[in-house]
């Protein structure tokens, strides 16, 4: 019996966020709206989704002693996230600067701060949370070698999930647990070396397969996701919603996808699941602020 549905090892960020009518070029100023501040990062982003569904959910992330970390760690507890792991001190909080166009789409620049102080001794001193865990998901916000430790210190049977954001080269121990490995066009160029990826997503899952992951979801946005397992690539339809803002969106669906695999749901059920949560999402402003819950989710 698992305590935990799904834990996330991750970042733990404050965003700040500003709208613009378009972003800056190269040497340029332009004029934004007023500051506004939330709870962010990829790692509390996912865990807060997860909870906010109904997943029983726990964190393993590194914030700050400082009204940043205290703001993370309040938006935790109030989506119901068992926060035991989260750690506190070393260094400040991550800050994330965001900037949204009036279409919803958004740049980010992110100071790791307390992010970068996650280590592989943190990993290790968890262990009862990994065994507790029945799926445990990661992104790159996070120390590579962090990633590498939580692969190593996985329990037999428990799945990992993957997003590799911001995307890099992925040693083959981690690409090899992967199930699945979960991209968009974006990362998937990178971890594909760019010209050779192929224009299609089905290209590009082929290829992401071949350097070693179980499985495969490449997120298509507006237009749903494709997942291949190896026996064959299969599309799924999202939703179509007028978007707000795109922050945070693809930690949602990530988030739904890892927690519905615990449940049994096959890769395409999961992620035509994730889909309608990643649309959700987009509907309203901010990213921890704008996670569905189930009904939520089953109105659409």
């Known amino acids: 019996m698992y305590?935990?549905?799904?834990?996330?090892?991750?970042?733990?960020?404050?965003?700040?966020?500003?709208?613009?009518?378009?972003?800056?070029?190269a040497g340029?100023?332009?004029?934004?709206?007023?500051?506004?501040?939330?709870p962010g990062g990829k790692g509390a982003n996912?865990?807060?989704a997860a909870a906010r569904l109904g997943a029983r959910t726990a964190l393993l992330a590194r914030v700050g002693d400082d009204g940043h970390g205290r703001l993370l760690l309040d938006s935790?507890?109030?989506?119901?996230v068992d926060p035991a792991g989260v750690l506190v001190g070393g260094a400040p909080t991550g800050v994330a600067l965001i900037t949204v166009d009036p279409s919803g789409d958004n740049s980010i620049v992110v100071s790791p701060g307390a992010n970068a102080r996650l280590t592989?001794?943190?990993?290790?001193?968890?262990?009862?949370?990994?065994?507790?865990?029945?799926?445990?998901s990661a992104q790159l916000e996070i120390p590579l070698e962090?990633?590498?430790?939580?692969?190593?210190?996985?329990?037999?049977?428990?799945?990992?999930?993957?997003?590799?954001?911001?995307?890099?080269?992925?040693?083959?121990?981690v690409l090899a647990a992967c199930d699945p490995l979960i991209v968009n066009e974006h990362e998937a160029r990178v971890l594909l070396g760019g010209a050779g990826a192929g224009e299609e997503p089905e290209d590009w899952a082929r290829g992401l397969l071949a350097l070693g992951?179980?499985?495969?979801?490449?997120?298509?946005?507006?237009?749903?996701?494709?997942?291949?397992?190896?026996?064959?690539?299969?599309?799924?339809?999202?939703?179509?919603?007028?978007?707000?803002?795109?922050t945070g969106a693809g930690d949602a669906f990530t988030a739904a996808l890892a927690w519905r695999l615990g449940t049994g749901a096959s890769l395409a059920e999961a992620a035509g699941y994730a889909a309608r949560v990643g649309a959700a999402a987009v509907t309203k402003p901010g990213a921890q602020e704008s996670y569905p819950t189930a009904e939520e989710v089953r109105a659409l």
Do not use: M
């Open 3 to 25: 305590d935990y549905d799904l834990l996330v090892v991750g970042s733990a960020n404050a965003d700040l966020v500003i709208g613009v009518e378009r972003r800056p070029g």
């Open 28 to 38: 340029e100023t332009v004029l934004g709206s007023d500051l506004s501040v939330h």
């Open 46 to 48: 996912q865990a807060v």
């Open 76 to 80: 935790l507890r109030s989506a119901g």
């Open 120 to 136: 592989p001794a943190d990993v290790r001193a968890a262990e009862g949370l990994l065994r507790a865990s029945r799926v445990v």
């Open 146 to 173: 962090t990633v590498e430790e939580v692969v190593r210190a996985l329990p037999s049977g428990t799945r990992f999930v993957l997003n590799p954001s911001p995307p890099r080269p992925l040693p083959a121990q």
């Open 213 to 246: 992951p179980r499985s495969v979801v490449v997120t298509l946005g507006a237009e749903g996701a494709l997942v291949h397992d190896g026996s064959g690539a299969t599309r799924v339809a999202s939703v179509k919603v007028d978007a707000v803002d795109t």
